[in-house]
Nanobody, 123 residues
Framework: QVQPVESGGGSVQAGGSLQLSCAAS????????YAWFRQTPGNEREGVAC???????AYATSVKGRFTISQDNAKNTLYLQMNNLKPEDTAMYYC?????????????????WGQGTQVTVSS
Protein backbone atom coordinates (compact mmCIF):
# COMPACT_ATOMS: atom_id res chain seq x y z
CA GLN A 1 0.00 0.00 0.00
CA VAL A 2 1.36 3.39 -1.02
CA GLN A 3 1.46 6.28 1.43
CA PRO A 4 2.41 9.49 -0.39
CA VAL A 5 4.16 12.33 1.46
CA GLU A 6 4.57 15.66 -0.33
CA SER A 7 7.26 18.29 0.21
CA GLY A 8 8.75 21.29 -1.53
CA GLY A 9 5.93 23.77 -1.31
CA GLY A 10 6.54 27.39 -0.39
CA SER A 11 6.14 30.99 -1.44
CA VAL A 12 7.49 32.40 -4.67
CA GLN A 13 6.98 35.43 -6.83
CA ALA A 14 5.23 35.24 -10.17
CA GLY A 15 7.56 33.95 -12.85
CA GLY A 16 9.52 31.87 -10.37
CA SER A 17 9.92 28.12 -10.05
CA LEU A 18 9.33 25.42 -7.46
CA GLN A 19 9.81 21.68 -7.45
CA LEU A 20 7.44 19.51 -5.46
CA SER A 21 8.42 16.02 -4.37
CA CYS A 22 6.31 13.06 -3.37
CA ALA A 23 7.95 10.23 -1.50
CA ALA A 24 5.80 7.16 -1.35
CA SER A 25 6.36 4.10 0.77
CA UNK A 26 6.11 1.01 -1.40
CA UNK A 27 6.52 3.27 -4.45
CA UNK A 28 6.37 1.05 -7.48
CA UNK A 29 6.40 2.58 -10.91
CA UNK A 30 5.45 -0.74 -12.48
CA UNK A 31 2.26 -1.13 -10.46
CA UNK A 32 0.97 2.35 -9.77
CA UNK A 33 0.14 5.43 -11.72
CA TYR A 34 0.63 8.79 -10.02
CA ALA A 35 -0.71 12.28 -10.26
CA TRP A 36 -0.56 15.77 -8.83
CA PHE A 37 -3.73 17.61 -7.90
CA ARG A 38 -4.37 21.04 -6.44
CA GLN A 39 -7.15 22.65 -4.48
CA THR A 40 -8.05 26.13 -3.30
CA PRO A 41 -10.52 26.89 -0.50
CA GLY A 42 -14.13 26.45 -1.58
CA ASN A 43 -13.21 24.75 -4.85
CA GLU A 44 -13.00 21.18 -6.01
CA ARG A 45 -9.68 19.40 -6.29
CA GLU A 46 -8.39 19.53 -9.86
CA GLY A 47 -5.93 17.35 -11.70
CA VAL A 48 -2.68 19.02 -12.69
CA ALA A 49 -0.53 16.25 -14.15
CA CYS A 50 -0.28 12.46 -14.15
CA UNK A 51 2.16 9.75 -15.20
CA UNK A 52 1.42 6.10 -15.97
CA UNK A 53 3.55 2.99 -15.65
CA UNK A 54 4.94 3.53 -19.16
CA UNK A 55 6.00 7.08 -18.21
CA UNK A 56 3.34 8.57 -20.45
CA UNK A 57 2.19 11.89 -19.06
CA ALA A 58 -0.86 14.11 -19.23
CA TYR A 59 -1.37 17.71 -18.14
CA ALA A 60 -4.16 20.12 -17.45
CA THR A 61 -4.40 22.77 -20.13
CA SER A 62 -3.70 25.51 -17.60
CA VAL A 63 -0.23 24.14 -16.77
CA LYS A 64 0.86 22.57 -20.06
CA GLY A 65 4.25 23.89 -21.10
CA ARG A 66 5.02 25.20 -17.60
CA PHE A 67 4.83 22.12 -15.36
CA THR A 68 6.62 18.80 -15.77
CA ILE A 69 5.82 15.59 -13.93
CA SER A 70 8.57 13.02 -13.56
CA GLN A 71 9.65 10.14 -11.36
CA ASP A 72 12.90 8.74 -10.03
CA ASN A 73 12.33 5.07 -9.43
CA ALA A 74 15.66 4.64 -7.68
CA LYS A 75 14.61 7.23 -5.10
CA ASN A 76 10.97 6.14 -4.95
CA THR A 77 10.01 9.72 -5.62
CA LEU A 78 7.61 11.61 -7.85
CA TYR A 79 8.30 15.22 -8.84
CA LEU A 80 6.43 18.21 -10.19
CA GLN A 81 8.66 20.91 -11.65
CA MET A 82 6.72 24.14 -11.84
CA ASN A 83 8.12 26.98 -13.91
CA ASN A 84 6.80 30.42 -14.79
CA LEU A 85 4.44 30.28 -11.84
CA LYS A 86 1.37 32.51 -11.80
CA PRO A 87 -0.73 33.78 -8.87
CA GLU A 88 -3.54 31.49 -10.04
CA ASP A 89 -1.27 28.50 -9.35
CA THR A 90 -1.61 29.25 -5.64
CA ALA A 91 -3.17 26.17 -4.03
CA MET A 92 -2.61 23.16 -1.82
CA TYR A 93 -0.94 20.53 -3.97
CA TYR A 94 -1.56 16.82 -3.44
CA CYS A 95 0.15 13.68 -4.64
CA UNK A 96 -2.04 10.69 -5.45
CA UNK A 97 -1.53 7.08 -6.50
CA UNK A 98 -3.70 4.43 -8.13
CA UNK A 99 -3.22 0.75 -8.83
CA UNK A 100 -3.49 1.08 -12.59
CA UNK A 101 -1.44 0.88 -15.76
CA UNK A 102 -2.73 4.20 -17.01
CA UNK A 103 -3.35 7.53 -15.35
CA UNK A 104 -6.13 10.07 -15.16
CA UNK A 105 -6.73 13.62 -14.00
CA UNK A 106 -9.96 12.61 -12.26
CA UNK A 107 -9.85 12.58 -8.46
CA UNK A 108 -12.10 9.53 -8.21
CA UNK A 109 -9.50 7.46 -10.05
CA UNK A 110 -7.04 7.54 -7.15
CA UNK A 111 -7.04 5.50 -3.95
CA UNK A 112 -4.08 6.93 -2.08
CA TRP A 113 -3.52 10.57 -1.19
CA GLY A 114 -0.92 12.62 0.61
CA GLN A 115 -1.64 15.41 3.08
CA GLY A 116 -0.68 18.17 0.70
CA THR A 117 1.90 20.94 0.46
CA GLN A 118 1.04 24.64 0.09
CA VAL A 119 2.21 26.66 -2.90
CA THR A 120 1.73 30.44 -2.80
CA VAL A 121 2.58 32.64 -5.77
CA SER A 122 2.57 36.39 -5.27
CA SER A 123 2.23 38.97 -8.02
Amino acid sequence: QVQPVESGGGSVQAGGSLQLSCAASAYTASSYSYAWFRQTPGNEREGVACIDIYAHTAYATSVKGRFTISQDNAKNTLYLQMNNLKPEDTAMYYCAAAVSSWCSLWTSFYNYWGQGTQVTVSS
